[in-house]
């Protein structure tokens, strides 16, 4: 299920710089849920889109570079206790976003990491980031259908904590 986030708040006459802090809580989850006609289901791979990932790309390796320097940029994404309980409560299998660390963070000082303290070890839920959701979301958005069968099959590293999520999406 994707919650294309970044073309809601569009819609709505608010459109947060996706190179900025901006939280995403479970209330406005639930609100895009609503407006695009997509329950949360039980099991549901939860895609977030923010917009970050199409803001970073459009950037030249120059701006990039003096972001990198002032210890930029920031990026919209998940926070608060909310998160976690929606999660749980819907019961959720697995959450990505197309941001950098899938909570919210600040330029300079970056993210707290409190939800991947809460969601890993407490609920064993796995975690993507940062995923390229803007062709996905714009299909989603044309046919008005944001559910899809979403495969995703882990490299085979023994010992590692992480790998690239080989991720394919079909609708």
Not at 41 to 47: F, H
Not at 105 to 125: F, Q
Not at 132 to 147: H, I, M, N, Q, V
């Amino acid at each position: 299920m994707l919650l294309d986030v970044a073309r809601f708040l569009a819609g709505h006459g608010a459109e947060p710089d996706p190179l900025d802090r901006f939280v995403i809580d479970g209330p406005l989850l639930e609100r895009v849920a609503q407006a695009q006609a997509s329950p949360l289901r039980p099991g549901d791979v939860l895609l977030v889109r923010t917009g970050w990932v199409e803001a970073y790309s459009a950037l030249g390796s120059v701006e990039r570079e003096a972001m990198a320097a002032a210890g930029k940029p920031g990026s919209p994404g998940l926070y608060g206790a909310s998160i976690p309980r929606l999660l749980w409560d819907n019961r959720i299998a697995a959450v990505a976003a197309d941001n950098p660390s899938l909570e919210a963070a600040h330029p300079v000082i970056g993210s707290d990491l409190s939800l991947h303290r809460a969601l890993i070890p407490r609920l064993g839920m796995p975690l993507g980031e940062p995923w390229k959701l803007a062709e996905l979301a714009a299909d989603c958005a044309r046919d008005g259908r944001y559910s899809m069968f979403l495969t995703s099959s882990p490299l085979n590293l023994p010992g590692a904590s992480g790998s690239p999520a080989n991720t394919l999406a079909l609708k």
